[in-house]
């Protein structure tokens, strides 16, 4: 199978994986001592969580997010939370996804082996599709600090970042000295250099 034949198939797989994981929560809801203890409330929640699934089969996943977010500030369980997780990476949100996978990794029991297996698998895929940012500093470098989409940056490391734009920006005393706009995609690495020229003989020092 060619490698552009692959990519659908995968995540055709992993679509099939995600509709088992959300009928082992469905079940989790439905259980009779869920029902016991609130039984309107868990109706709800089964109801809200019977909409997320049909969202996300119909592609629509912030609309499922919102459903899946509301889930979780009643019934946080690791289940719910790869949804919200799976949603995050639709959206384009890999390193929010990430950190959602890893939280619902840490709440998961062993009672759950195949919620585990789905975020460990989640977590291996998403490490691959990550784009990095190498950002290199050039020219008149001393006193000047880095920053990515607003955050402190170190030169010549590659920073984990969300697929599309980002603006990277030098700084010298806190002041602007070389920017640069452009795009990251999916399991590349884009290497970014900001030249800083030096300060004019006789100009006056930021």
């Known amino acids: 199978m060619s490698g552009a034949a692959r990519i659908p198939a995968l995540r055709a797989r992993s679509r099939r994986r995600a509709a088992a994981l959300g009928l082992a929560a469905w079940a989790l809801l439905s259980a009779p001592w869920v029902r016991a203890q609130d039984d309107g409330a868990t109706r709800a929640l089964r109801l809200q969580f019977a909409q997320g699934l049909t969202l996300e089969g119909a592609g629509r996943w912030a609309d499922a997010l919102a459903r899946f977010e509301a889930i979780a500030r009643h019934r946080p369980t690791a289940n719910v939370a790869f949804h919200i997780g799976l949603c995050h990476e639709r959206l ?42 190498v950002l ?26 969300d697929p599309g734009p980002h603006v990277a ?38």
Do not use: K
């Open 92 to 133: 384009g949100r890999l390193r929010t996804a990430e950190r959602t996978y890893q939280d619902a990794r840490t709440t998961a029991r062993a009672a759950a082996p195949a919620v585990l297996a789905e975020i460990d698998a989640r977590l291996q895929d998403l490490e691959g599709r990550m784009p990095r940012i």
């Open 136 to 161: 290199n500093l050039a020219g008149a470098t001393e006193g000047v600090t880095l920053l990515l989409d607003g955050e402190a940056a170190q030169p010549s490391r590659a920073i984990r970042v």
């Open 169 to 206: 920006v030098a700084l010298r005393h806190g002041i602007p000295v070389a920017a640069s706009a452009f795009s990251s995609h999916e399991r590349r690495t884009r290497f970014v250099t900001l030249t800083v020229h030096p300060v004019a003989i006789g100009a006056p020092r930021p």
